[in-house]
C-alpha cells in the first residue's frame, strides 16, 4: 500500500475476503443443515397431490385459490431453501432468521394438528418426523459447540 492518497489500493486477488471458512465449518452446524435440507425436501414432496388426503380437493372449483396456494408454497420452500444456504454460509443473521420462519411453521402445523390428522397417516409422519428433526436442527444451531463458528471472524455471520 502506498501514502499516495490519490492512488487506488492495491490489492493482491489473495487478500481478497473470500466469506467465510466453510472448511472450519463444525459438524454440528453441517448436520444441522443437511437435516434442514432433507425436510424441506420431504416437507415439498409432500405437497404432491394424492400424498396428502384432501389437501387439493377445492382447488378443482377455483383455479385462483389453487394457483395461489402453490405459488405460497413455492415462495415457502425458496425462502427456507435461501435461508438454509445463508445458514451453512455462516450468516448469523440468518440462523435467526429461519428460527423465527420455523417457530411460525410449527405454531401453524402444530395449533390445528387435527387437519394434518384429517390428511391422512402420511400427513401425521412427515409432520411429525420433520418438525422433530427440524428441532434438532436449530438445538444443533443453537445449543451446541457451532453456535460459535457463527461468530467468528472467518463467519460472515
Same mark, same amino acid.
Given at each position: 500500500?502506498?501514502?499516495?492518497?490519490?492512488?487506488?489500493?492495491?490489492?493482491?486477488?489473495?487478500?481478497?475476503?473470500?466469506?467465510?471458512?466453510?472448511? /472450519?465449518?463444525?459438524?454440528?452446524?453441517?448436520? $444441522?443443515?443437511?437435516? *434442514?435440507? %432433507?425436510? +424441506? !425436501?420431504?416437507?415439498?414432496?409432500?405437497?404432491?397431490?394424492?400424498?396428502?388426503?384432501?389437501?387439493?380437493?377445492?382447488?378443482?372449483?377455483?383455479?385462483?385459490?389453487? /394457483?395461489?396456494?402453490?405459488?405460497?408454497?413455492? $415462495?415457502?420452500?425458496? *425462502?427456507? %431453501?435461501? +435461508? !438454509?444456504?445463508?445458514?451453512s454460509h455462516g450468516r448469523g443473521w440468518a440462523r435467526w432468521l429461519l428460527l423465527a420462519y420455523l417457530l411460525a411453521g410449527w405454531l401453524m402445523t402444530f395449533s390445528d394438528f387435527s387437519e394434518s390428522i384429517g390428511q391422512g397417516m402420511a400427513a401425521v409422519v412427515?409432520?411429525?418426523?420433520?418438525?422433530?428433526?427440524?428441532?434438532?436442527?436449530?438445538?444443533?444451531?443453537?445449543?451446541?459447540?457451532?453456535?460459535?463458528?457463527?461468530?467468528?471472524?472467518?463467519?460472515?455471520?
Amino acid at each position: 500500500m502506498t501514502d499516495d492518497p490519490f492512488r487506488a489500493p492495491k490489492a493482491r486477488l489473495s487478500d481478497a475476503d473470500t466469506g467465510p471458512d466453510l472448511a /472450519a465449518r463444525p459438524a454440528s452446524v453441517t448436520l $444441522a443443515c443437511r437435516l *434442514l435440507w %432433507a425436510t +424441506l !425436501i420431504i416437507g415439498a414432496l409432500s405437497m404432491i397431490p394424492g400424498v396428502r388426503t384432501g389437501l387439493w380437493s377445492g382447488v378443482g372449483e377455483n383455479a385462483g385459490a389453487g /394457483a395461489f396456494a402453490l405459488g405460497f408454497i413455492v $415462495a415457502m420452500t425458496v *425462502l427456507e %431453501a435461501w +435461508l !438454509i444456504r445463508l445458514v451453512s454460509h455462516g450468516r448469523g443473521w440468518a440462523r435467526w432468521l429461519l428460527l423465527a420462519y420455523l417457530l411460525a411453521g410449527w405454531l401453524m402445523t402444530f395449533s390445528d394438528f387435527s387437519e394434518s390428522i384429517g390428511q391422512g397417516m402420511a400427513a401425521v409422519v412427515i409432520d411429525l418426523s420433520t418438525g422433530i428433526a427440524e428441532v434438532v436442527a436449530i438445538c444443533l444451531l443453537f445449543l451446541s459447540n457451532g453456535r460459535f463458528w457463527f461468530g467468528k471472524p472467518g463467519a460472515s455471520g
